[in-house]
């Protein structure tokens, strides 16, 4: 089988993940990008005309000796379903539905032969027929290590507890303003050294050492999808505090010492129970299912049910 792969950030490390998950199990792939820049914080800075520049590359291509078209991420839909020749299957990341673009992703949803989103609450939001695979978690990167030493690789104090952010404060739709705010208010119930670590911009084979030095992840998102940081953090079993957003309760059902909340108040009273317990949480065990290999294993089934209709 061999895939053409539309998408608009061939840099995004659960695409990276996905490609390297098929190509094991044989899948080969062929990636092509839209052309223009893509802004790094939230939005989209490509113009309509940059979309519109794409859509020969991938006629042309389309005549290639691909079996189906993989578009990647909403915007890369309208030419996914405009070229005839090759059954499509689009994939939908989460700010391409819940955003301000959830219009075209949803025509394009209606006019593939396939549709994959990341959680339930992004299949209700879509409305229609779809296969619900959630980004997958390498679990060999990341797994449990010892705190101290991973404190001292990253260089925080040891006598301190440490709350993870692992975004820029930048990123509006991330409210770090409230993250600020919980973990003030944490620190003042607690009566000791808590500090707020905005981690962003380290590769991706680090973050298993800021998740294991951390005391805890806290997300205040706005929105979200499906939280990769929330899947890795519980392969490193490090509890974790989170608003109600994408999939997240249905991530943290089962797992001990992790908190969904709604409010301030309850984001602050789970921060400082979680920092207050010298218990283990169990999140590797319940994240086992998401595998990055489980995840190539159903989207290739996806793939073959699609061609055999």
Not at 97 to 104: A, I, Q, R, W
Not at 200 to 214: D, I, K, P
């Amino acid at each position: 089988m061999h895939v053409l792969n539309l998408v608009t950030n061939t840099e995004a490390r659960f695409f990276r993940q996905q490609v390297d998950a098929l190509e094991a199990r044989g899948v080969a792939s062929t990636t092509i990008a839209v052309p223009g820049r893509r802004w790094a914080q939230d939005g989209e800075s490509r113009s309509a005309l940059d979309y519109l520049r794409f859509f020969p590359s991938v006629l042309r291509r389309s005549f290639g000796p691909f079996d189906l078209v993989h578009a990647n991420y909403g915007l890369t839909g309208p030419m996914a379903v405009a070229q005839l020749r090759l059954p499509v299957v689009l994939s939908l990341w989460g700010s391409d539905l819940l955003g301000s673009f959830g219009p075209v992703s949803r025509l394009c949803a209606r006019r593939a032969d396939a549709t994959i989103v990341m959680s339930e609450p992004m299949a209700e939001a879509l409305g229609t027929t779809c296969h619900v695979v959630p980004h997958g978690v390498d679990l060999e990167r990341f797994r449990p290590a010892d705190q101290r030493a991973a404190q001292d690789a990253v260089g925080w104090d040891p006598d301190r507890k440490h709350v993870l952010f692992p975004y820029p404060a930048s990123r509006g739709i991330k409210d770090f303003p409230r993250a600020r705010r919980v973990v003030a208010l944490a620190r003042e119930r607690l009566d000791e050294a808590v500090e707020l670590q905005e981690v962003y911009g380290v590769s991706h084979e680090e973050m298993a050492t800021y998740y294991n030095a951390a005391d805890a992840l806290l997300l205040t998102s706005r929105r979200e999808g499906s939280p990769n940081c929330i899947k890795e953090a519980l392969a490193c079993n490090l509890p974790v505090v989170s608003t109600d957003v994408g999939d997240v309760a249905e991530r943290l059902a089962g797992v001990t010492h992790s908190y969904v909340c709604e409010t301030d108040q309850a984001l602050v009273d789970a921060l400082a129970s979680v920092l207050d317990c010298e218990g283990t949480t169990n999140g590797r065990e319940v994240v086992r299912e998401l595998s990055v290999e489980r995840m190539g294993e159903r989207i290739e089934a996806i793939y073959e049910s699609v061609l055999t209709k």
